[in-house]
């Protein structure tokens, strides 16, 4: 029985080629387009799961108490006793580790690579389960010299060597032992790295880490709980233990958070957690199924136009005693048919352009054939696909009565004509939507593109500080010979570099402070004239400056800052840091430029002279009047001459705060190419009710032809339904798209005024598309001989 029906179902496609084709490329692109944003959305939201026990890891986050709000750290927010304090405290915990990322220089032989690093304690390896190739994970960074490499890093340095028992130089200064080899890391992992290092190393390096205060927050904090272990009391415990090691003192309280979560739920207000990047993955799943909806929606339309076509065929299996079911079951079996060769496109599509849609996204993902759930996703999408877009044809087409239709009668279908006109308007809906969202999305982002930083960023590079650049002197002797050279016209020293944060604190104290005001304030460490560099404005005061010998007790503070302290006049008044038990007297004011998120506001800022532990980066401004490859190939030559075992690598600022719209950037791809699939599905669907409404009134069209109507009102009469069906869709999609935008646009601080012309363009871009869509179609019906139409009549 099912084997007739496969056969019957392909001869159909057969007869019909260009039908079927049409049919079939619909529903592939839709596929396509779905499971390519499935994929992502997948990528996304497996990031940190391939850890066995990754529900039972958590990260250590801080809520920062302040008198007006709370704010939520999620990384490098815990000090150095934490680990060992929770771990001693806390009976739920099974293993606690610090970690934090760095970069390093590392040396073989004459191979010389700079390389990711992270430093922890051993029980890291025991937290997260990495694939050895090589070693024992139990002794990998039992000694303060170990180092456990990445097989790609293990075949940089030492080729088809045995890499076990070799040794590194690190920093031209200590010898590293690598004692295992992992395998390459899922490009979907919080922590990436090329060599992992122990603590006691860091430890030993940077000797501040075991005199940190309980407030100082440099490293991250990972643990993992118990089997059976309860959250909620591990959680409680932890909040308390600040508190209790700080004489009462909670303005600052550490939380758990899982650590599965730590990628996409990463937006907290007032200490809660409100979203994050898992809205963007709702709002991709989402696009999936929504394009995917409209190429079924397409296919009904689509075979419901050829049903004049079957109408005979289905009164004369009603006749031979074929059910309505039967029948149903028939048409079912064709559309689970074209789904599945639909799918088999779809397959060919995303294998063709996953690479450009991984290199757009600047993203690595592929897919695990050997995957049984990615097959099974696969066969209940060919099953939900060829389900739902064969409904309605398979309800509609097995209605008809035998009696009427094999008399000849053309008008059984004409109570489907509302149902399908529906369908129509509910996919130039979603595609309205999706255009008038991708536009605004855009403008949002050139918004932010093109806003006023309040500093320079063209033409302002920076490099790291590696090796002798490290001591002042020759550091000042570095910045001379640039200048001397002409590559650069000014440059200076900076922590963290131009676009990162720096150091959060609350123990700030100021003129005026009310009792118990605490503000978090963002930290930054400086080297002379850095105002300049970067072409900041000073509003009032001055920057560091080689003139006055003070300024390692002086500070500079942005806008924001002063507002918030509300300091009348602000040159000359005493700002004390108690974490650091030191006085600055306020030199200077600085406009405020947004560094960190371009949409949002500017956090308070203050600015200290040059640290040389922290100020590790350093920042020129190229010199305009010289070619950009010249002058990074001088900056470059004078850097090697300095430090010929250090590879250079130099950042463009411009570049950094490109990176800072990523999340951005990915939406506004993802919602311009499933819009464009989506109007194009739609305009199918629309040549579908075309064909349809022809067979409905050739004769029609024919007799008004020979009653004289010319070829200008019958295309009038033809098109204005469609344009009808349009302006509905315009009428019902402007408003919700205006309620979706605006609800994304709420949580810029910086956003782009929604104006009216997005909509009206969209509308007549829409309503453009939907005339060039029909009219081929009505052209050639207007233009058909009258007589081919009345001729059996």
């Known amino acids: 029985m099912y084997k007739l029906s496969l056969k019957i179902a392909l001869r159909n496609l057969w007869k019909n080629k260009v039908f079927s084709m049409i049919n079939i490329g619909g529903l592939a692109i839709g596929l396509a387009s779905c499971l390519l944003l499935l994929l992502y959305v997948n990528y996304e939201w497996s990031y940190d799961k391939q850890f066995k026990n990754i529900d039972r890891i958590y990260a250590v986050y801080d809520n920062d108490i302040m008198s007006d709000k709370i704010t939520t750290n999620r990384a490098y927010c815990t000090p150095s006793q ?24 590392f040396k073989y032989k004459e191979n010389n690579f700079n390389k990711n690093i992270i430093y922890a304690d051993p029980s890291f390896l025991k937290i997260f389960d990495y694939n050895f190739i090589k ?8 000694t303060p010299d170990a180092v456990v490499i990445t097989a790609e890093t293990a075949k940089v340095f030492f080729g088809d060597e045995e890499p076990i028992g070799k040794t590194l130089s690190f920093d031209n200064r200590r010898t590293l032992v690598v004692t295992a080899v992992i395998k390459d890391l899922p490009y979907n992992q919080s922590y990436r790295f090329d060599m992992l290092m122990s603590w006691s190393f860091l430890e030993k390096e940077q000797p501040y880490l075991k005199r940190m205060d309980w407030s100082d927050g440099a490293l991250n904090t990972i643990i993992q709980l118990k089997k059976g272990s309860s959250f909620a009391i591990a959680d409680a415990q932890m909040r308390e233990i600040f508190s209790q090691h700080q004489n009462g003192n909670n303005y600052i309280e550490f939380f758990l958070f899982p650590f599965k979560k730590n990628h996409l739920y990463n937006y907290f207000e007032n200490g809660k957690l409100a979203g994050g990047d898992i809205d963007l993955i709702k709002l991709y799943l989402t696009l999936a199924v929504c394009v995917l909806f409209i190429a079924c929606i397409n296919y009904m339309n689509l075979s419901t136009a050829r049903s004049e076509k079957r109408f005979k065929e289905v009164g004369i299996r009603k006749t031979l005693g074929s059910t309505r079911w039967s029948i149903g079951r028939q048409f079912l079996i064709e559309s689970l048919l074209l789904s599945f060769l639909a799918m088999l496109f779809a397959f060919m599509l995303v294998e063709v352009f996953l690479p450009y849609f991984n290199n757009l996204l600047g993203i690595q993902m592929g897919i695990n054939y050997l995957s049984y759930q990615f097959w099974t996703i696969i066969f209940l999408l060919i099953l939900a696909t060829g389900l739902l877009a064969g409904s309605y044809p398979s309800f509609y087409l097995s209605s008809f009565i035998p009696v009427k239709v094999l008399k000849g009668f053309r008008g059984i279908g004409k109570n489907s004509l509302p149902v399908r006109k529906i369908l129509v308007i509910v996919q130039f809906c979603f595609s309205i939507c999706m255009i008038i969202c991708a536009i605004i999305i855009h403008r949002q982002i050139q918004f932010m593109n093109t806003k006023p930083l309040g500093f320079d960023q063209n033409n302002l590079v920076q490099i790291w500080r590696p090796g002798v650049l490290k001591d002042a002197h020759k550091l000042e002797v570095f910045k001379a010979e640039l200048i001397r050279s002409g590559a650069v016209v000014s440059a200076t020293e900076t922590s963290n570099g131009v676009t990162n944060n720096s150091v959060s604190t609350e123990k700030i104290r100021w003129p005026g402070r009310q009792k118990n005001e605490q503000i978090s304030m963002q930290l930054h460490f400086s080297g002379y004239d850095f105002m300049q560099t970067i072409g900041a404005k000073m509003l009032t005061g001055r920057d560091f400056s080689r003139s006055f010998g003070s300024d390692s007790l002086a500070v500079v503070l942005n806008e924001t800052a002063v507002k918030r302290m509300n300091l009348k006049d602000p040159i000359g008044k005493q700002i004390r840091n108690d974490d650091w038990g030191k006085t600055f007297k306020v030199i200077g004011v600085v406009k405020d430029y947004n560094y960190a998120t371009l949409g949002h506001k500017v956090d308070p800022g203050l600015y200290f002279y040059r640290n040389d532990e922290v100020s590790n980066v350093i920042v ?32 463009f600022v411009s570049q950094k705060m490109a990176e800072k719209l990523n999340n951005e950037r990915i939406l506004s791809i993802l919602s311009n190419v499933s819009g464009g699939f989506a109007i194009f599905i739609s305009c199918l669907g629309l040549l579908g009710l075309a064909l349809y409404m022809a067979e409905q009134r050739s004769k029609e069209i024919s007799i008004r032809k020979v009653l004289g109507a010319d070829l200008k009102s019958i295309l009038i009469l033809l098109n204005k339904d469609f344009i009808k069906l349009v302006l509905i869709s315009n009428l019902v999609s402007i408003p919700v798209a205006y309620i979706v935008v605006s609800g994304w646009l ?26 060039l869509s029909v009219s081929l179609q009505t052209f050639k019906v207007a233009k058909a001989n009258a007589v081919d139409a009345l001729k059996y009549e």
Do not use: C, H
């Not at 304090?85 to 390093?104: D, N, W």
């Not at 070693?135 to 039992?142: E, F, I, Q, R, V």
């Not at 782009?752 to 005339?771: K, N």
């Open 135 to 142: 070693g024992d994970p139990a002794t990998a960074l039992a």
């Open 82 to 105: 934490l680990a060992g304090t929770a771990l001693q405290t806390m009976p739920g915990i099974e293993y606690v580790t610090r970690m934090v990322q760095g970069g390093g220089l």
């Open 746 to 771: 709420q949580k810029y601080d910086y956003r782009v005024e929604i104006s009216y012309w997005p909509f009206l363009g969209t509308l007549l871009l829409s309503v453009f598309i939907a005339i």
């Open 620 to 651: 020129m401004r190229l010199n305009p009047d010289q070619n950009i490859t010249a002058s990074v190939e001088k900056i470059k030559m004078l850097s090697q001459k300095l430090n010929p075992d250090y590879p250079f690598e130099i950042t």
